[in-house]
């Protein structure tokens, strides 16, 4: 079973970085869509960014510009590279990669920026 480790998370001022990695038990390259997710107290879990197999990625407007996605294959790895970090962007990340048409979910991440 395909297992999804996140890591990186933790506290942060206002304008500075964080880099999450979610580290797969099992090979990616062949997975479809991998991507990032978050869900803030409150609210309901949002669309973060995503990485396809061939390599083209998306984001979330409210992160655009902000954050890169990008991943490892030999790692197996996939990350989440946010800059500029805002208040708002106070989630629980969670990784979420598609293989083989099954859906994988990472326990999550906790990301905190102060003010």
């Known amino acids: 079973q395909m297992q999804l480790v996140e890591s990186g998370g933790g506290w942060v001022q206002a304008g500075g970085s964080l880099r999450l990695s979610c580290v797969a038990s099992?090979?990616?390259?062949?997975?479809?869509?991998m991507g990032w997710y978050r869900q803030a107290p409150g609210k309901q879990r949002e669309f973060v960014a995503v990485?396809?197999?061939?390599?083209?990625?998306s984001y979330a407007t409210s992160v655009k510009g902000r954050f890169t996605i990008s991943r490892d294959n030999a790692k197996n790895t996939v990350y989440l590279q946010m800059n500029s970090l805002k208040p708002e962007d106070t989630a629980v990340y969670t990784c979420?990669?598609?293989?083989?048409?099954?859906?994988?979910w990472g326990q999550g991440t906790q990301v905190t920026v102060s003010s």
């Open positions: 979420h990669i598609v293989l083989r048409a099954y859906d994988y």
């Open positions: 099992g090979s990616i390259c062949s997975a479809n869509v």
């Open positions: 990485i396809t197999s061939g390599g083209s990625t």
